[in-house]
């Protein structure tokens, strides 16, 4: 493009190629009438400066004073705005934001009169071709002397049907530009629609994410609560357990105590009865023996008593007056006193209860020589 807009430029007679569109031939015509004649190396030197941060916008136009203002412009740009860049003599690429600055710029100041910019706001607007120069100021290919004008018609037409094709492939370009940016803004559109829509589905994982965690955290708790009171519940199981096998032992102990006490308790019953069949029998026998002897005392009262009877006859009186009682009661004895009483009185007899169990005593009886 550069090098097509740069023959152009040089032409000092009009084309008269029809190829060409008529706008993009005046901003051509344009930019060559706005050129001063001067002389070589101080002509006005033009310049492309492409938008850093947004390459798809159509670039800034600078135009100096003459090549040494753009060296001196270009030094400065280094030293104040490093991210500069100068891939050509004539193409810069400068931010938005730096090329807005350096108009305010004191340290610009000095070449404030001796150059310009303009921009294309709308990318609608017919690209404007520049000159091509060399970095000195001197076009790159020379103008031709009006004397070979006539000579170099034949080359100067095939060069304008080159320079007609090259605008068509130029505004083909421009087209498909054009066409990639709506592509582009469209796909912007498109995959910002996408992060909102995953940006949304995201957040609704994300609540479900801290539902799920909320949940997972009340189980747990739920665990260790159940788990501490299953161990509570088994702890008191095996306690009552073993307070069961201490009961049981306890009762096993009292059965084993309570066998051995019947046990002992069966032979001291035993042992007893056969006591008390030792006791009967030794009272039977002590019966038989008492009974015996009661009957044998009582024959041998019997017998003494006739006996007295018979010796003594009226001679014997009764024993008056009776016997005296010592204050107690003394059952089968008989009392003596020196006073006798008459013979002729009958003897008092004792009475004995045939159910006493000690024999009777004999009384005393004094035999007379």
């Not at 008529?22 to 001067?38: D, G, L, Y």
């Not at 070449?111 to 404007?128: A, G, M, N």
């Not at 009877?309 to 003394?330: A, D, E, M």
Request: charged share 20%.
């Amino acid at each position: 493009m550069s090098l097509a807009a740069g023959l152009m430029m040089n032409i000092d007679s009009p084309l008269t190629t029809g190829s060409l569109s008529p706008r993009r031939t005046s901003s051509s015509r344009f930019v060559e009438q706005r050129r001063p004649v001067m002389e070589d190396g101080e002509s006005l030197f033009y310049a492309y400066a492409l938008r850093s941060d947004d390459p798809s916008s159509p670039p800034y136009i600078l135009t100096f004073a003459s090549a040494a203002v753009c060296s001196q412009w270009w030094t400065l740009l280094q030293t104040e705005y490093p991210s500069s860049s100068r891939p050509s003599p004539q193409f810069f690429v400068v931010k938005t934001e730096d090329m807005e600055l350096i108009q305010d710029d004191a340290k610009f100041f000095h070449l404030r009169d001796k150059w310009f910019y303009t921009s294309q706001v709308s990318p609608t607007c017919p690209f404007i071709v520049l000159p091509l120069q060399h970095s000195t100021g001197i076009p790159a290919i020379a103008p031709p002397q009006p004397a070979e004008e006539k000579a170099n018609s034949s080359a100067l037409d095939s060069l304008a049907e080159s320079l007609a094709r090259l605008a068509k492939i130029v505004e083909s370009n421009a087209e498909h530009v054009r066409a990639l940016s709506v592509a582009q803004s469209t796909g912007l559109q498109a995959m910002q629609e996408i992060n909102e829509s995953n940006s949304i589905q995201i957040k609704a994982i994300s609540e479900s994410q801290t539902k799920l965690q909320a949940l997972v955290d009340q189980n747990a708790s739920h665990y260790i609560a159940l788990s501490n009171k299953s161990f509570q519940s088994q702890e008191k199981s095996r306690q009552a357990q073993e307070q069961t096998c201490k009961s049981q032992q306890q009762t096993q102990d009292i059965l084993q105590t309570t066998v051995a006490q019947l046990q002992t308790l069966s032979r001291n019953q035993a042992e007893l009865s056969q006591t008390c069949e030792g006791l009967l029998h030794s009272i039977e026998n002590i019966s038989s023996c008492v009974s015996q002897f009661t009957s044998n005392a009582i024959s041998d009262t019997a017998s003494s008593n006739s006996l007295c009877t018979t010796s003594f006859g009226p001679v014997g009186s009764p024993i008056r007056p009776g016997p005296r009682k010592l204050n107690r009661r003394v059952k089968g004895v008989w009392y003596e006193y020196d006073n006798m009483p008459a013979p002729s009185e009958t003897a008092r007899r004792r009475v004995d209860s045939g159910s006493m169990l000690t024999p009777p005593k004999s009384p005393t009886m004094y035999k007379h020589t």
